[in-house]
């Protein structure tokens, strides 16, 4: 099993930019989320997911819109990149069943210049 | 007030020392515990989960959940460089979700 992955690594975008951040997991997880983390900072979600189309938004949604069109795969959007969204990115994803643990991506970080 | 409280740290340790982590809550109906570890530039790793009152153990490390007093903490028996690291309480809901707190950064010297 990969577990989660995460596409790409590394990204620097210009001002105003879009891209869409991949994540995809292949544990059969209904649960997956979206964190990022600032420096010296703990994880603040952005958005998480119960199941295949169902999505909410966390506690930082703005600037930011998801899709959860397979239990595998979350992708996140940037929509008009701004630099207040220069961070590490992380997917996670648990089971129903598993009382909560997370398991993580290995994260995109992010610069916008 | 923050949902979840963290030492500030930094806290630094002799090698072979009890490391001691302790987190607060404020959310009086949170259902699950866990404590996860990230290496600097790595993703964040479960290392412990806890959902009743009292103690559990696993190898070197122990975490304490006291639900009354809103408090859990995370015990590092023996402490070794290679437990350096920064350790994320973070706090559970029955609906799957989890409030982070920003950490406490762990040195452990040789």
């Known amino acids: 099993n990969a577990g989660v992955t995460q596409t790409p690594k590394f990204r620097i975008l210009k001002i105003g930019q879009s891209m869409t951040l991949q994540c995809t997991q292949d544990?059969?997880?209904?649960?997956m989320y979206w964190y990022r983390q600032d420096p010296g900072m703990g994880l603040k979600l952005i958005y998480y997911s119960v199941g295949a189309g169902i999505t909410d938004k966390g506690e930082v949604p703005n600037g930011y819109n998801v899709s959860r069109s397979t239990t595998e795969d979350f992708p996140l959007r940037l929509e008009l990149a701004a630099p207040s969204q220069t961070s590490v990115y992380f997917c996670a994803s648990s089971s129903i069943t598993g009382g909560g643990e997370q398991f993580f991506g290995p994260g995109t970080r992010l610069t916008v210049l | 007030q923050k949902e979840v409280e963290q030492n500030s740290g930094p806290l630094s340790v002799p090698e072979g020392a009890i490391a001691s982590l302790n987190c607060t809550y404020s959310d009086r109906v949170s259902q699950s515990f866990f404590w996860y570890r990230q290496y600097s530039g790595k993703s964040p790793e479960l290392i412990m989960s806890?959902?009743?009152?009292g103690d559990k153990e696993d190898g070197r490390f122990t975490a304490q959940l006291n639900k009354a007093s809103q408090y859990v903490s995370l015990l590092i028996r023996d402490s070794q460089p290679s437990d350096s690291a920064t350790y994320l309480c973070a706090v559970g809901n029955n609906a799957g979700k989890s409030t982070f707190g920003d950490g406490t950064t762990l040195t452990v010297k040789p």
């Open positions: 806890i959902y009743s009152n």
């Open positions: 544990m059969n997880h209904n649960y």
